[in-house]
């Protein structure tokens, strides 16, 4: 199984444009998650979905938008990009809860997005 | 709403020797979900152990245990016999009770010494 693979693994944006982060996992996960990590602030939750067609607004989702057509993908759209948007960006997900106990989530390789 | 507090930037640990690092956390539900994880150079992220807010025993695998104490809202990690390779970012999370949402911590740098 490749877990959680997300593309590309860097990428230089002009402030402006736009783009696609891609996330797929083929592990059949209902839950899938996009954080942000910036150094001192640990991961931060941009938007997450519970299921296909599913989506919600994690603490950071200002600037970013997702959808979820299929159980498999989650990718995160970045509508104008901004220099603010530089950061480490990883995707992940998980099984829902299991007998009640929740379960680790599985992270991608993460894409390393500067906005110059 | 919750909240993850790691106060400990970095933290240096003789080989062979062990180490805490601690976490608190913030929440009014009382079934939650608390995590570490692992962040070498290279950039993954690493699953190392979790604690349900119901279970009665600290969790453990291998060289690492939860120190959980939850009247004081810690869940602190226990690394015994510290490797040179223990040297990462460790992070702490928790997980809401419907298992929608994890939130980290800042992190805590970890330097194991030869």
């Known amino acids: 199984n490749a877990g959680v693979t997300q593309t590309p693994k860097f990428q230089v944006l002009k402030t402006g444009q736009s783009m696609t982060l891609q996330c797929a996992q083929d592990m059949n996960h209902e839950y899938m998650s996009w954080y942000r990590q910036d150094p001192g602030m640990g991961l931060r939750l941009i938007h997450y979905?519970?299921?296909?067609?599913?989506?919600d607004q994690g603490e950071v989702p200002n600037g970013y938008n997702v959808s979820r057509s299929t159980t498999e993908d989650f990718p995160l759209r970045l509508l104008s990009a901004a220099p603010s948007q530089t950061s480490v960006y990883f995707c992940a997900s998980s099984y829902s809860m299991d007998g009640g106990r929740s379960t680790e989530a599985f992270f991608g390789q993460g894409t390393r997005l500067t906005v110059v | 709403a919750q909240k993850i507090t790691q106060t400990q930037p970095g933290m240096f640990v003789q080989e062979k020797e062990a180490v805490t690092l601690d976490c608190t956390y913030d929440t009014s539900d009382p079934s939650y979900g608390l995590f570490w994880y692992k962040q070498p150079s290279s950039g993954e992220m690493i699953f190392l152990i979790y604690q349900g807010s119901y279970d009665q025993q600290n969790a453990t695998e291998g060289r690492y245990s939860l120190n959980f104490q939850k009247a004081r809202k810690s869940a602190n990690l226990v690394i015994s016999a510290s490797q040179l390779g223990d040297s990462a970012m460790y992070f702490c999370a928790m997980r809401d009770p419907g298992g929608f949402k994890t939130i980290f911590g800042a992190g805590t740098r970890l330097f194991v010494k030869a």
């Open positions: 979905s519970v299921g296909a067609g599913i989506t």
